[in-house]
């Protein structure tokens, strides 16, 4: 086996996989502030104040 083959197969299965993760993590990102901030915003009433589903999920059950 020639060492350009050893590279080649190298790259083609570690270096491109990650590089393709690499790069959607800004759209990762992005979607997922859209989404906690689109979550929060309709777990409010009308007044402003969270629902209990908002205050549930911001609470520590472990605090006594």
Known sequence: M???TIIFIVVLLVV???GVLMSMLP???FLGSLIGRNSD???TTDDGEPN???ALS???PYDD
Do not use: F, H, I, Q
């Open 2 to 4: 020639d060492v350009g």
């Open 16 to 18: 491109m996989p990650v």
């Open 27 to 29: 759209l990762a990102g």
């Open 41 to 43: 915003r309709e777990n």
């Open 52 to 54: 209990e589903y908002l």
């Open 58 to 60: 911001e609470s520590n």
